[in-house]
């Protein structure tokens, strides 16, 4: 079936950088974009961007341009998020999530990680 | 960016009974090429991932019971619950797909009365 399997908890310290894992199994992972969303403590979802697991392109919300680095190891199915300079609320859980059919973007996402928290704090 | 606005914040229904939530965007998500709505409503409940429910406004993914339907088109979508059932309870999201940056409404609290 297919799952997508992301790394464990971070704490971190404002000003540094954190990389988050997301292992897919059960389909052929260059075939699907790959989103990446967040959700704040008892907050709402927002979106941070996609990565093409086929060709690595990437496209990324204004907002976190300049912060955020999506890239892809094909060799073991695994997309990577890693957000840089760290500020205290971008304490968040972070979610890698399919898109919903092949080679498309413009799509919502059907399959999605467990989550990973992320906790920004001095 | 298209601003995407739930109404109500929070909703309690009677089990059995009908559930419905709306969701406006800022500018039109209607792709006059195709003629689909790049809207998508999902399902969180605490401590999960969320849950895709309905894509292009009104298409039901696999797996979704049937008393879970979507409607609208342009900048006005519904969702509704036929009838109401415990494992409904949950907070549900819209979310625009036409154009980055991909936006969610605040999200809509579902309870039972």
């Known amino acids: 079936q297919v799952q997508l399997v992301q790394s464990g908890a971070e704490v971190t310290k404002p000003g540094a950088s954190v990389k988050v894992s997301c292992r897919a199994s059960g389909y052929i992972f260059t075939d699907y974009y790959m989103h990446w969303v967040r959700q704040a403590p008892g907050q709402g979802l927002e979106w941070l961007g996609w990565i093409n697991t086929n060709s690595g392109g990437t496209k990324y919300a204004q907002k976190f341009q300049g912060r955020v680095t999506m890239t892809r190891d094909t060799s073991i199915s695994t997309a990577y998020m890693e957000l840089s300079r760290l500020r205290s609320d971008d304490t968040a859980v972070f979610y890698c999530a399919r898109a919903l059919a092949v080679d498309q973007p413009l799509l919502p996402a059907d399959c999605w990680g467990q989550g990973t928290l992320v906790t920004v704090s001095s | 960016d298209i601003v995407m606005t739930q109404s109500p914040d929070s909703l309690a229904v009677s089990l059995g009974e009908r559930a419905t939530i709306n969701c406006k965007s800022s500018?039109?998500?209607?792709?006059?090429?195709?003629?689909?709505?790049?809207l998508g409503w999902y399902k969180q409940k605490p401590g999960q991932p969320p849950k895709l429910l309905i894509y292009w406004a009104s298409t039901r993914e696999s797996g979704v019971p049937d008393r879970f339907s979507g409607s609208g088109s342009g900048t006005d979508f519904t969702l509704t619950i036929s009838s109401l059932q415990a494992e409904d309870v949950a907070v549900y999201y819209c979310?625009?797909?036409?154009?980055?940056?991909?936006?969610f409404g605040q999200g809509t609290k579902l309870e039972i009365k």
């Open positions: 500018q039109s998500v209607l792709y006059s090429s195709n003629n689909k709505n790049y």
């Open positions: 979310q625009q797909y036409y154009s980055t940056p991909f936006t």
